[in-house]
């Protein structure tokens, strides 16, 4: 809107590179959205009136192969990247919806399977049908292409009997997602409910069982009880109580089983955004934690293993990957060096390897410039992402400058400061780092043997605080 007026004009579309990540901006009015890693991306820019006639005819020549965005070649086998869930499909096979209905409800999860773009690397997908008795028919692992899933969706017996909804979700929550059935860690936890008309038990106990064991449940219904039928239903507020979250995203409302294609891309859109996967965001899969490493002369080769040893103790509790938490590194003397950035390593061996290749690089001790440094540089393309910060800062000895400026200003950028001291480090510029409360933001020991105890302390003051913040 700030380039293209209402007056028109000719304008400059230049392809550019993709990015690893896109944050959210807001310009003239419009907000967008944050997207992760993108095949390529486009400027836009308006030319001058002299350059008129020739960027018209470069464009009206360019228009054919322009005009839809190119979009990424998707390997069959690794599936769409973009839209990583392990997906359990409830379906209702009760005398509720009836063989014909079943049948059509077969065809709109099919559908919308293939549209996930399943495979390896991308969505994984499985059935359970709710009847009297719940039955896993194929869980996460059994097929990881879309024709496969296709096929066995196609090849589903219709059970019958009452729709115990509640009593299926609760066992799928319960026994679907266990790692030997196929469920991948720090990867989100899905169950889409397909319900015809209202579930014949309760089904608010299994919605909290569902959100203990981090699933997000989605609703999808079809034919809401009539007025007549309302006295029925157990619990007129059973859609509610049983998603993951009752905030209006996670429940889907079709009219009938007929004439479904139009509402299989939007329910799709919703099972990919992970952003929005509320109830499987844990401190161990949500957070950046980035480490700023004290490398002055005094710490010494032997005790700088021991802190990097530290380091991957602490890294090494949290499910590293591109979707999930982001681990980050920083030395310093008088000067900063990054050694690796969030987006550099989406693995856990990746990122531990790189912290046991860091040199150590021996000088002076500037701790505020190092924590503005971070701030800045790592922790500010970051600023918008769904992850929750954290810095630890590790230092052994009084810093040559000013650190409580610079740790306001960290924390007013959102970023959580535990402050980790060892040696001689003063206990009032620890103090002054770390954030409310200092005290449990706040360590130290005397011996860099001590480091080790300290690990189980961290984790679960980054728990704690990733806690508070949802609350």
């Not at 901006?25 to 001058?48: C, D, E, M, P, Y």
């Not at 938490?325 to 990122?351: C, L, N, P």
């Not at 409580?404 to 535990?418: E, H, L, N, V």
Request: aromatic content about 10%; proline content about 4%.
């Amino acid at each position: 809107r700030g380039v293209i007026t209402n007056a028109g004009g000719a304008v400059r579309v230049q392809t550019l590179p993709g990015q690893e990540n896109y944050p959210a901006v807001n310009a003239n009015g419009i907000q967008s959205q944050v997207l992760t890693r993108w095949a390529s991306s486009f400027s836009v820019t308006r030319t001058k009136n002299t350059a008129l006639e020739a960027v018209g005819q470069s464009v009206s020549t360019a228009r054919p192969s322009t005009g839809k965005r190119p979009k990424k070649p998707l390997d069959k086998k690794a599936g769409n990247k973009d839209c990583k869930a392990d997906i359990a499909f409830l379906m209702d096979g009760s005398y509720n919806i009836g063989q014909r209905r079943f049948n059509l409800q077969k065809n709109f999860v099919g559908k919308v399977a293939v549209m996930l773009g399943i495979g390896t690397e991308g969505p994984h997908v499985g059935v359970v049908q709710a009847s009297e008795h719940p039955k896993i028919e194929f869980y996460l692992k059994n097929f990881t292409a879309a024709k496969e899933v296709l096929f066995a969706i196609k090849e589903l017996g219709f059970r019958g009997g009452n729709s115990n909804t509640g009593k299926a979700l609760k066992h799928t929550a319960e026994k679907f997602f266990s790692l030997e059935n196929g469920a991948r860690k720090g990867i989100p936890k899905i169950i889409v409910v397909f319900l015809d008309g209202w579930p014949s038990d309760d089904i608010e106990e299994a919605g909290i069982v569902a959100r203990e064991f981090g699933v997000n449940v989605f609703i999808v219904s079809v034919a809401k009880p009539t007025t007549e039928e309302l006295g029925m239903v157990q619990d007129i507020g059973f859609v509610d109580k049983a998603v993951c979250r009752n905030n209006g995203f996670f429940s889907y409302q079709m009219p009938t089983w007929f004439g479904t294609t139009k509402y299989v891309k939007p329910l799709v859109q919703k099972l990919c955004s992970h952003e929005q996967m509320l109830c499987s965001k844990t401190c161990y899969n949500s957070v950046n934690i980035g480490f700023l490493i004290d490398g002055s002369s005094s710490v010494g080769d032997s005790n700088f293993r021991l802190v990097l040893e530290f380091i991957s103790n602490v890294a090494k509790a949290f499910e590293i990957s591109d979707i999930g938490s982001k681990i980050a590194a920083v030395q310093f003397t008088y000067d900063q060096r990054t050694e690796f950035s969030f987006t550099d390593y989406t693995t856990k061996e990746k990122v531990l390897s790189a912290i046991r290749n860091i040199r150590y690089m021996s000088g002076g001790t500037a701790t505020g410039d190092a924590v503005s440094f971070t701030t800045r540089n790592v922790f500010g393309p970051m600023k918008d992402g769904p992850n929750k910060n954290f810095l630890v800062v590790l230092t052994d000895g009084q810093s040559y400058d000013d650190v409580r400026g610079p740790a306001a200003a960290a924390q007013k950028a959102g970023i959580t400061i535990f402050s980790v001291g060892v040696a001689w480090a003063p206990l009032d510029d620890l103090k002054d780092m770390a954030s409310e409360p200092r005290e449990s933001h706040t360590f130290f020991t005397r011996e860099f043997t001590g480091l080790e105890q300290m690990v189980p302390d961290i984790i679960r003051g980054i728990c704690k605080d990733f806690l508070d913040s949802k609350q």
